[in-house]
């Protein structure tokens, strides 16, 4: 199993600490694509009127300029960087010794900057969205989109694919639709659904972390990850189509 996520959009840089070691990174296929990307992303952010370019308000300013020198920013593990309701939710700091492991086994991230990295991969704290158009790259998930087909193919292969991102990380990369399971959340009032944006971060973290830390082996098939759903949610499974992958519908109270 593993766990497709967004990166928050706020991070918390690194105090202290060396700067990123490429070499560490996981998917080293990546690094050539991560270094462009770097490298754009520098010379927006030095623009004067990097803010506008880069779709940010003032109030973030300090983290646009951070992006500057993200060559020689302290780096820290992606679980200590990203932050956020969602990941406040999955609670990577409460976890045991081994269901940290397992975290660090089973969950990818999927980063403007990065393109993929895994938990464990060490990297400063950045200022990127995925909606974002550079210089030299054009729309970040159109630059990645063929690069992850590629890099990812390996990694993923036999294994069943719990889709927690959000749409505009999902435009990035399309799983394979027969192994991918995209989760969504609603409320239902009066026989009616919504969707929610607040509580669908809350409650993917939540999902993620229950199935770091349930006993028993990972779920391996869709209806599997349902029965595990089930065991915390009002949750239905749609099944998916040769070219859509299924959707796990969670149904929170209202």
């Not at 089973?106 to 974002?132: K, Q």
């Not at 192994?179 to 607040?198: D, I, L, M, Q, Y």
């Not at 040769?242 to 149904?251: D, E, F, P, S, V």
Request: a positive charge; proline letters at 6%; glycine letters at 6%.
């Amino acid at each position: 199993m593993l766990i497709l996520l967004p990166p928050s959009e706020g991070k918390t840089p690194a105090t202290r600490g060396d700067a990123m070691d490429w070499t560490s990174l996981s998917f080293p296929d990546l690094n050539s694509c991560r270094a462009k990307v770097l490298e754009a992303l520098g010379t927006v952010s030095a623009h004067e009127d990097a803010l506008a370019l880069l779709g940010v308000g003032a109030s973030l300013q300090s983290d646009v300029e951070r992006n500057t020198r993200l060559h020689a920013e302290p780096a820290a593990p992606a679980h200590q960087v990203y932050s956020g309701v969602l990941y406040d939710a999955l609670g990577y700091k409460s976890m045991t010794g081994r269901q940290r492991r397992k975290a660090d086994e089973s969950v990818l991230v999927i980063s403007a900057l990065w393109g993929a990295i895994r938990f464990a991969d060490s990297v400063p704290a950045y200022r990127l969205s995925m909606s974002t158009s550079l210089p030299d790259v054009g729309r970040l998930a159109s630059f990645w989109k063929p690069q992850l087909t590629d890099a990812l193919a390996a990694a993923v292969s036999g294994q069943l694919l719990v889709d927690c991102r959000s749409s505009t990380y999902a435009a990035a990369w399309t799983p394979p639709a027969a192994s991918t399971v995209t989760v969504n959340v609603f409320t239902e009032v009066n026989g009616a659904r919504k969707v929610v944006s607040h509580f669908a971060k809350h409650t993917r973290g939540e999902l993620a972390r229950h199935l770091l830390t349930r006993p028993g082996k990972a779920p391996q098939t869709p209806v599997q990850l349902h029965k595990a759903a089930g065991e915390k949610w009002n949750a239905e499974l749609v099944p998916g189509t040769a070219r859509k992958a299924h959707a796990l519908n969670i149904i929170l109270p209202n």
